[in-house]
């Protein structure tokens, strides 16, 4: 997960303490740290919050590329009904 050039900045973390529990015993169960559990927890979350933006991005792309091609459909659709004839 950490790449070589990236840098470590040290944070306080508030947690109820049942959570805090929680994640110590998950991170010692999967031989981890409790800190790279967390940077794991925290990377999934912006993971997956960057993915929905992008996502988003891209469905009204997509939504202003169709009403573009509506558009141009309606404009030549007097052509293409003369073509047909």
């Keep these: 997960m950490k790449r070589m050039d990236e840098r470590l900045e ?3 973390v508030q947690l ?6 929680a994640v110590a ?9 409790v800190s790279e559990f967390l940077r794991r927890a925290a990377q ?10 992008k996502e988003e991005r891209m ?3 997509y939504q ?7 558009s141009l459909a309606r404009q030549y659709e ?5 073509e047909r004839e």
Aim: glycine residues 4%.
């Design 10 to 12: 040290r944070i306080n």
């Design 16 to 21: 109820p303490v049942a959570l805090k529990a």
């Design 25 to 33: 015993s998950h991170a010692h169960a999967l031989g981890e740290s």
């Design 44 to 53: 999934a979350r912006v993971d997956v919050i960057e993915k929905r933006r």
């Design 59 to 61: 469905r009204e792309a």
């Design 64 to 70: 202003g590329l169709a009403a573009e091609n509506r």
């Design 78 to 82: 007097a052509v293409d009904l003369e």
